[in-house]
């Protein structure tokens, strides 16, 4: 139920209103872990209940078919053969769906978790354009940049924010030095908390932020091994060495190391190359900015 989730409190309260007149197409942005599935199969839930009370009842023969996971009406697109779903996908498992009916709810419903070609977007547009009175699509997305102008013209986006601590802690169990270094992000919370390198990383970080700026350029370059070693985490490894900055602030570090830590993030991001990043971000925080001029 749209009720039973913590946290996003603006974007539930505006489904829940959206229940009786709903849009044909949504667009749920947010990085990995902050719920944007959890969110849509709870919207879809809701706009299936046949209890009209604005949010899924849990009782009503659609909502119990729901929960067996074989509800006729609402579909999970997925790519079939590549990372991104294609236009034979789209055609297959959305276009021509739509030509038909519901089986028995009000809504067809189209939850759509895998990003999606610039190709597979133009098939869908007329879809889209002209929705039947039926359809409904929900696009889950971690960055709205993945979708043609086009696309997020005909859709309400809707962006999920980080949530506090407290609502961290509540979605995991409890809180935890994971809460803290997870960004307002319960999925990350969650792999901190089960990752038996955790302690570790949180520990290289401390160290880094710590001592790098009494290093020699040997010393400081010699650090890369340990990123290079966490290069499946490190936006979790970077995020820490952000927060160690912050809360070191006061004991006057450079303002300007923050902009360095993002700077990295956003190059990783963007597939900068890794060594090459991590190493320059390491000459910056370490103070020989002059040795790159």
């Known amino acids: 139920m749209l009720s039973s989730i913590t946290g996003q409190a603006d974007i539930i309260k505006r489904l829940k209103k959206a229940?009786?007149?709903?849009?044909?197409?949504?667009?749920?942005?947010?990085?990995?872990?902050?719920?944007?599935?959890?969110?849509?199969?709870?919207?879809?839930?809701?706009l299936q209940c046949e209890s009209s009370i604005g949010d899924a009842c849990g009782a009503c023969l659609s909502c119990r078919v729901f929960e067996s996971g074989n509800h006729p009406d609402i579909m999970y697109v997925k790519a079939a053969k590549t990372k991104a779903i294609g236009v034979g996908d789209v055609r297959e498992q959305m276009v021509l769906p739509m030509s038909e009916k519901p089986f028995r709810y009000k809504y067809k419903i189209f939850i759509v978790s895998d990003p999606?070609?610039?190709?597979?977007?133009?098939?869908?547009?007329?879809?889209?354009?002209?929705?039947?009175?039926?359809?409904?699509?929900?696009?889950?997305?971690?960055?709205?940049?993945?979708?043609?102008?086009?696309?997020?013209s005909r859709c309400i986006t809707l962006k999920l924010r980080p949530l506090s601590d407290e609502e961290v802690a509540a979605k995991i169990g409890g809180m935890s030095p994971a809460v803290v270094?997870?960004?307002?992000?319960?999925?990350?919370?969650?792999?901190?908390?089960?990752?038996?390198?955790?302690?570790q990383m949180r520990a290289f970080a401390e160290y880094v932020a710590k001592n790098i700026q009494g290093m020699d350029i040997t010393a400081a370059m010699a650090l890369y091994s340990h990123f290079d070693k966490y290069r499946e985490q490190i936006q979790i490894l970077l995020d820490m060495l952000y927060l160690y900055y912050r809360d070191m602030l006061i004991e006057s570090f450079r303002a300007s190391d923050f902009d360095i830590i993002n700077e990295t993030k956003k190059s990783l991001t963007r597939n900068?190359?890794?060594?090459?990043?991590?190493?320059?971000?390491?000459?910056?925080?370490?103070?020989?900015?002059?040795?790159l001029n």
């Open 19 to 46: 229940v009786e007149s709903p849009g044909h197409a949504y667009i749920f942005s947010g990085e990995k872990g902050m719920g944007k599935f959890e969110i849509a199969r709870a919207f879809a839930k809701s």
């Open 116 to 152: 999606l070609t610039p190709q597979a977007q133009n098939a869908l547009l007329k879809t889209i354009e002209e929705p039947a009175s039926f359809g409904i699509f929900i696009f889950l997305t971690e960055s709205i940049r993945l979708y043609l102008p086009t696309v997020l």
């Open 181 to 199: 270094f997870a960004g307002g992000n319960p999925g990350r919370a969650k792999e901190l908390l089960e990752s038996d390198d955790f302690e």
């Open 272 to 291: 900068g190359n890794f060594q090459m990043t991590i190493e320059l971000m390491l000459l910056k925080l370490a103070g020989f900015a002059e040795v």
